[in-house]
């Protein structure tokens, strides 16, 4: 007996001695995501790179694989948030091509509702050039964003820097400062521009501001109001604004009953649960006759205790 209390106590003394976990950073979470196209078609003539502009298009007749790529989304710190994009493709040979699409950090604290980017990554012109290519609604890249950006699409070296305006509804400025040369910025500073603008590319380094591309945009939309009746629902953040997360317990339609608020904390939604098949917009779950569903807070569990 006393044999079992001794032992009792050095097991005592030594969880007490124990030191303590790490705690978790507030908010740290990292996504990994994968998403892979594969396409087959046929066409009349076998020189299918005369249709297909776009470097992730379906360049041969049969079938290819154009785009695989890997997505790493985290929280680097309180301040920043990373982003990282690597894609595989074959080309029209069968040869496996890897390349880094995108590789950029965000900061998520500046003061005066201002924001910053840095890296590689998609200018933010028009609504199509940001996308990638899985989340497109076609097979083809758009003829008049591979005739302007080339198959590639606008993407550079650089910084973006926007501001939130402080209006009753959305309106964000910014501004890209980036490199304006290779085949990433395809309608300046490359071998392919002077069919653009009938000049000769300059084929020199960085000289000075303006040698460097400037994108300016302003971009705003209207109120549509605190209470919303159709709207996506999401359980995990996306990888990018364009990279939705896929599976019933991360991206569900919802068709509500009554009007529900608008609000990035947790809810929990009931109604009717179904799979969709050949949405327009890619939607794979839908949820009708939705409705709020109030649940009460869960109590606290016992933290079991040695005595």
């Known amino acids: 007996m006393q044999a079992r209390l001794d032992s009792l106590e050095r097991v005592t003394a030594t969880i007490g001695a124990a030191p303590a976990a790490p705690a978790r950073a507030a908010g740290a979470y990292m996504n990994i995501g994968f998403d892979g196209i594969v396409d087959g078609g046929w066409s009349t003539t076998p020189h299918v790179r005369a249709l297909e502009l776009g470097d992730h298009d379906p360049l041969v007749r049969g079938f290819t694989i154009p785009n695989a790529e890997l997505t790493l989304d985290a929280n680097v710190d309180p301040y920043f948030k990373g982003f990282t994009n690597l894609v595989w493709k074959l080309d029209a040979n069968g040869e496996t091509d890897v390349e880094l699409e995108e590789m950029y950090v965000i900061t998520t604290s500046l003061p005066w509702n201002l924001q910053a980017k840095v890296g590689q990554?998609?200018?933010?012109?028009?609504?199509?050039?940001?996308?990638?290519?899985?989340?497109?609604?076609?097979?083809?890249?758009?003829?008049?964003?591979?005739?302007?950006?080339?198959?590639?699409?606008l993407r550079s070296q650089g910084v973006r820097v926007s501001w939130l305006a402080p209006t009753p509804f959305y309106t964000e400025a910014m501004v890209t400062v980036a490199n304006s040369a290779g085949g990433t910025a395809y309608s300046f500073r490359s071998?392919?521009?002077?069919?653009?603008?009938?000049?000769?590319a300059l084929a020199r380094d960085v000289r000075g501001f303006k040698d460097m591309l400037i994108v300016p945009r302003l971009a705003s939309s209207i109120?549509?109001?605190?209470?919303?009746k159709r709207f996506l629902i999401s359980a995990v953040p996306p990888h990018c604004q364009f990279c939705l997360p896929a599976g019933p317990d991360a991206l569900v339609e919802v068709e509500a009953?009554?009007?529900?608020?608008?609000?990035?904390?947790?809810?929990?939604i009931g109604g009717k649960f179904a799979v969709v098949k050949d949405d327009p917009s890619g939607v794979l779950y839908r949820m009708t006759d939705a409705g709020r569903v109030d649940v009460a807070p869960a109590a606290k569990p016992s933290i079991p205790t040695l005595r």
Do not use: C
Not at 122 to 133: A, K, M, S, V, W
Not at 223 to 228: A, E, N, S, T
């Open 121 to 153: 990554y998609f200018t933010e012109f028009g609504r199509q050039n940001p996308q990638h290519p899985h989340s497109w609604s076609f097979v083809d890249q758009p003829l008049v964003l591979a005739e302007m950006f080339g198959p590639e699409g």
């Open 223 to 228: 109120d549509i109001g605190d209470k919303q």
């Open 191 to 200: 071998d392919e521009s002077s069919a653009i603008h009938g000049g000769v």
């Open 257 to 268: 009953k009554t009007g529900v608020n608008y609000t990035f904390d947790p809810i929990v």
